[in-house]
């Protein structure tokens, strides 16, 4: 069974950073893409940026320029730097997993853009 942790989303001032980590446990395969979306309220969830285990990133949508997506494959663990936040970022970010015929979800975590 493989398990996804998000974390470090939280209240940011326009025009601030922030970096979210997901961990993945459990059976990881060699081969995986891991992604960030993210879901506003009333909104889709739309994809964010991704990133294949060969540390390929794609990027997608109206952060396309403001963010960064990495991973450490020794630790399961990708990474979403979001600089030059706005108010419009305000969302639940999750973290995907897919390798093989298996997509996995984290739990999400909130990212609030305010002043």
């Known amino acids: 069974q493989v398990q996804l942790v998000e974390s470090g989303g939280g209240l940011v001032q326009p025009g601030g950073s922030l970096r979210l980590s997901c961990a993945a446990s459990?059976?990881?395969?060699?081969?995986?893409?891991m992604a960030w979306y993210r879901q506003a309220p009333g909104k889709e969830r739309e994809l964010v940026a991704r990133i294949t285990n060969a540390g390929i990133p794609n990027y997608a949508g109206s952060m396309k320029g403001r963010v960064t997506i990495s991973r450490d494959n020794a630790k399961n663990t990708v990474y979403l730097r979001m600089n030059s936040l706005k108010s419009e970022d305000t969302a639940v970010y999750y973290c995907?997993?897919?390798?093989?015929?298996?997509?996995?979800w984290g739990q999400g975590t909130l990212v609030t853009v305010s002043s």
């Open positions: 459990g059976r990881i395969f060699s081969i995986n893409t």
């Open positions: 995907l997993l897919v390798q093989e015929n298996l997509e996995v």
